[in-house]
């Protein structure tokens, strides 16, 4: 070993002697450059430094190697002297060695509120610990439109604690996530949704059957389709069946008719940014994916096609059937033609034909789901905010927002 290499480098051996150096207090630009600023006279080695900045009050936590002997107690005043002087308190401990590791198993549990309660945290945090997890750090995502937060835990197996918090959040009325921590989380780069009830507000062929006049025939097929009391192909062609006739300019019309679902701009121009492809597959027609395709920037749409002869709907589809099966299909197909894992894929819908493509993507997201995609899915979202998936993927408001500030 090199005599001038010390025998334990900072931060990776348990009989270090460290010191943690705590200051606490208002909040004002420089308070992190003068406390290292302050230590630096006593050539000690940062171990660790965390700070959190919560409604204008500063917690700045160091943890740096023990200063040359005799020189701990002339530090002790330097550091309390200078924090008198910007008006702040602080705390120092002795102590050996760095942070206590990590257990295995690591996850990131987000936790999505509108609103986030004292008594939701509570039972979300005891059912952590009841697991065997333990809560390392604690990092706010969003305050608006929901207000997010993500645990990072160690200690327990993701499945075991994803098992233990299902039920615990459906009874409290939250949101909860949980993924295995590590690089794969930031690699999903394909996110390939649903449409109608999803991307949009509407059910499409219910647009549609507004101008037949079968809204309501219509409507309740549909309903027992999504959820899963009726195979959805059969159920389509006859839905389809009662829009024979319909000239083709209607398509223009429920086109304008069309609402986004609040948030959708804002989740898909922020994946864009990030460099994510994003792609739309729909039990709905071509005639509206198409549309959004080209207004959206999506990179992949599929949806059915419905048959139009001599400028009027036949009230038959044509082509390849998009069903249950077929939306699992597609989301192989995109994964391919993106070069992306299937593990490394983000599913998000409502509906019971939207199980395959949820349980087959490396995430499944329910979103505003019938209950029965709720209890199959991997996770779910009961805020009608699609951007909200952003928050699952360690995405944080603030970054949305620069990122839109930027484009501005």
Not at 389 to 403: D, F, K, Q
Request: negative net charge; hydrophobic residues 45%; proline residues 3%.
């Amino acid at each position: 070993m090199n005599a001038s290499q010390p025998p334990h480098p900072p931060g990776t051996t348990a009989d270090v002697p460290t010191l943690l150096v705590k200051v606490f207090g208002k909040d004002r630009p420089g308070i992190t450059a003068g406390l290292f600023d302050t230590l630096a006279a006593y050539s000690v080695h940062v171990v660790d430094i965390e700070q959190v900045v919560t409604r204008g009050r500063i917690v700045l936590c160091a943890l740096i190697t023990e200063p040359a002997a005799g020189k701990e107690g002339d530090l002790r005043a330097t550091v309390h002297g200078w924090a008198e002087s910007m008006k702040l308190e602080t705390e120092i401990i002795s102590g050996i060695g760095d942070n206590r590791p990590r257990g295995v198993g690591r996850s990131h549990v987000t936790v999505l509120g509108h609103p986030l309660t004292a008594r939701s945290t509570s039972q979300i945090t005891a059912r952590i610990t009841e697991s065997g997890g333990n809560i390392d750090r604690i990092f706010r995502l969003a305050k608006y439109p929901v207000t997010a937060v993500e645990f990072a835990v160690s200690g327990t197996e993701t499945e075991t604690l994803r098992t233990a918090l299902a039920t615990e959040a459906a009874a409290l009325g939250v949101d909860v996530a949980v993924v295995a921590a590590g690089l794969q989380r930031r690699a999903q780069r394909l996110i390939v949704m649903d449409v109608d009830s999803t991307l949009i507000q509407d059910e499409v062929i219910e647009l549609f059957a507004a101008h037949a006049g079968c809204e309501d025939k219509v409507a309740e097929v549909t309903a027992a389709a999504m959820r899963g009391e009726l195979d959805f192909e059969q159920s389509l062609h006859a839905r389809v069946a009662l829009l024979a006739g319909l000239d083709e300019s209607v398509v223009d019309k429920v086109r304008s008719e069309v609402r986004l679902t609040p948030g959708a701009r804002t989740l898909i121009r922020t994946l864009k940014r990030l460099g994510y492809q994003v792609g739309v597959v729909s039990g709905g027609f071509t005639q509206v994916t198409d549309d959004l395709q080209e207004r959206l920037g999506l990179d992949f749409a599929q949806a059915n096609t419905l048959e139009v002869q001599d400028g009027k709907l036949t009230g038959r589809v044509v082509g390849e059937i998009v069903d249950r099966a077929g939306k699992a299909r597609l989301l192989r197909r995109f994964a391919d033609q993106a070069g992306v894992p299937l593990s490394q894929t983000v599913a998000i819908g409502d509906g019971a034909n939207d199980l395959d493509m949820l349980n087959a993507a490396g995430l499944g997201v329910a979103f505003n789901a019938k209950p029965v995609v709720r209890q199959a899915a991997y996770t779910a979202v009961n805020v009608p905010f699609l951007d909200t998936v952003l928050y699952l993927l360690g995405i944080t408001r603030e970054e949305v927002e620069v990122a839109d500030t930027d484009e501005g």
